[in-house]
DNA sequence: ACTTGGCAGTCGGAGCGGCTGAGTGCCAAT
DNA sequence: ATTGGCACTCAGCCGCTCCGACTGCCAAGT
């Protein structure tokens, strides 16, 4: 069946302008492959890739380059991971071993992902409706002010600045402290709302609305914001694209700094453990549609915690990429659950 | 005097270059201001500066371009500050004020910066050497291990895990906590290490360790660490730098990636209210030979809590950035005493 | 003692044209 | 179905010329 073949020639154009960012041409791609047929051949399979679309040709006479649909035929059914090397591994146990809170463990991570990988890298932090609350403290700072720290167990840390309609003393601190702990200690965020309901009501009439500001503000920390936090590295790699600068670099960081528009990129959290890639125009963004997306969830097993990935050119190494994503998805679920 | 004169030039020099960023010739000079001579005596000014080293030309047949020495003799001497527009004013205030916490306060700030300079701006997090203590809390996970939480009063938290040797109670937690909040509680950090000293000595026998091992803790959050954070925004606008790329704006790239050396980009924090203006090579990193800093101290009054900046082309309109660090760098000192 | 107009000289960059070579498509032969 | 042969097509490079923006210098003017 030369079907095959013609898959074989796919991947071969895809695996070189890859390496060399330049058009492939029939002649070269035997030369550097060993698929046992002539120039004459592979010319042929490559006009059928052509009318399907998956390769086309810059210039009349040019050799060719993947379309988006070829490089997704490519990361469907022909990319074989590429395992990881030893020192890739070493370096990244070694890397995000020394990480000392969640800030650093971010941090680390994204920098880890955008060395291994050479492209942009993006972490989100973990998100606060997925994971459940360590503690909630109330720090007195004056007769009418608190400050609210409230703790996942992930190690994320919120806080806010209330101030109270009437002032309170100590004895009324450690009491709504101590309430709401009971109440929310090990609960999941997302049950927060339902526990905390019917609180004020069982204090007295005169504290009752400093309690119900209180629990107002724990509310409003624990709703998921659309700005959750997304932590980035690696920008300098994006040179990889080659020379045009103003048309392909620039809106490309344009738009990794609006981080709402990272957070869609990144998807949806799907559970950990599944790979999604998305490949040039299947980005919902015009400004991206030179660069593919590569993601995973981490931590939290089942349902992710939140999302990581990279940002790069079309012309990627996805077997790479992809190997990379992955290791360092689970590295970082490991280490979360440690901490 | 002709000496005032050959400032002017100087000036007109710097200002067309800045705005065309184009070798500027003696006709355009004299067409474009009002300095009622001639273009042959303008030439001989220019000629003088050149001598001097103020400006120079790109090559024999062009128009001449100011120096790092001729940008310092401008900003010296020569930049009247441009105050800012109602609007921009406008906007600073509605911008920062919405901010909910110390990192949306810095977050806010970096943006704002970038997008009224068009440059790429900097903030550090406020020192913490220079702030004071406003809480430490101890929070019980287990039997043998603690979550520590130290507020700064300038909003800053740290967090740190840590496991005791022996078991402890309920009790032991809340009378370190008294203890510890009492001695340095409204210190500033640099003071805590003499404050806490002698506290296991106070404690039975029994759990000194533990405490020493809480003390300690303590004390490794509280040292100034190197890694100092550092957030930047509008790294997109590093595309003023012109077409070549790989060159000018790699290196940067690069170097913004390593927070340790933008640490020392910013410098150390002087006093507020002081602009500090570092000039192509004045700049102790090779990579950064092209480019401008512009920093300078913000909150605390007399002596700064941190440095915030932007980093640019060296041909970069220094009166309108200037005035913007300044006005940006003063909001965010009023919004953080608020706080 | 400056300033100014005039003039010769320099040189980067734009515009043009021809050449080259990689690569294609097609066809006839195996 | 595969292959070698062959005519054809362009993109990119090289070298050429030409143009114009500047400069530096000098001699004359205030």
Same mark, same amino acid.
């Given at each position: /069946?030369?079907d095959d073949r ?5 991947r071969a154009i ?11 041409? %029939? +002649? ?19 006009? *059928?890739?052509? $009318? ?8 009349? =006479? ?6 988006? +649909? ?7 059914? &022909? ?8 020192? $890739? ?22 920098? !880890?992902?955008?060395? !291994?990988?050479?492209?942009?890298? !993006? ?9 459940? #609350?360590?503690? #909630? ?10 400050? /609210?720290? &409230?703790? @996942? ?8 600045? &209330? ?13 709504v402290r101590a ?10 965020? @997302? ?10 009501? %069982? ?24 700005? $959750? ?10 040179? +990889? ?10 809106? #490309?960081?344009? @738009?990794? $700094? ?6 869609? !990129? &990144?998807?949806?959290?799907? %559970? =950990? ?36 990935? *990279? ?16 290791? #360092? =998805? ?10």
């Amino acid at each position: /069946m030369t079907d095959d073949r013609r898959l074989a020639v796919l991947r071969a154009i895809v695996e070189d302008f890859v390496a060399t960012r330049e058009p492939v041409g %029939s +002649k070269a791609l035997v030369d550097r492959h060993q698929l046992g047929v002539s120039p004459a051949t592979v010319r042929n399979d490559m006009a *059928v890739l052509e $009318e399907e679309g998956y390769i086309a040709a810059p210039h009349t =006479s040019a050799g060719r380059i993947p379309t988006d +649909k070829g490089y997704r035929l490519f990361v469907d059914r &022909l990319a074989s991971v590429k395992p990881l090397s030893a020192a $890739e591994r070493r370096a990244i146990a070694s890397f995000l071993d020394d990480a000392v809170d969640l800030d650093d463990v971010m941090q680390r991570t994204v920098r !880890l992902l955008a060395q !291994l990988t050479h492209q942009v890298a !993006l972490i989100q932090y973990p998100s606060l409706t997925r994971s459940a #609350v360590r503690h #909630v403290e109330l720090v007195p700072l004056s007769s009418t002010r608190l400050l /609210m720290v &409230l703790i @996942a167990d992930t190690g994320r840390v919120e806080q806010r600045m &209330l101030d109270t309609a009437t002032a309170f003393d100590e004895q009324f601190v450690s009491e709504v402290r101590a309430h709401l702990n009971s109440a929310v200690d090990g609960q999941r965020f @997302a049950d927060v709302p339902a526990r905390v309901a019917e609180l004020p009501s %069982s204090f007295p009439e005169s504290s009752r609305s400093n309690v119900a500001v209180i629990v107002a503000t724990l509310l409003e920390s624990v709703i998921e914001r659309p700005d $959750e936090r997304i932590v980035l590295s690696g920008t300098a790699n994006l040179t +990889k694209f080659g020379a045009d600068f103003t048309r392909s670099v620039l809106p #490309v960081l344009e @738009a990794l $700094e609006e981080h709402v528009v990272l957070l869609n !990129l &990144l998807g949806q959290a799907t %559970s =950990s453990d599944t790979l999604t890639v998305t490949i040039g125009h299947e980005n919902s963004l015009e400004s991206l549609s030179a660069t593919s997306v590569v993601s995973i969830g981490y931590g939290g097993g089942g349902d992710a915690l939140a999302q990581l990935g *990279v940002v790069g050119p079309t012309h990627m190494d996805y077997p790479g990429t992809m190997a990379s994503v992955r290791a #360092v =998805s689970r590295y970082v679920g490991r280490i979360l659950a440690e901490g």
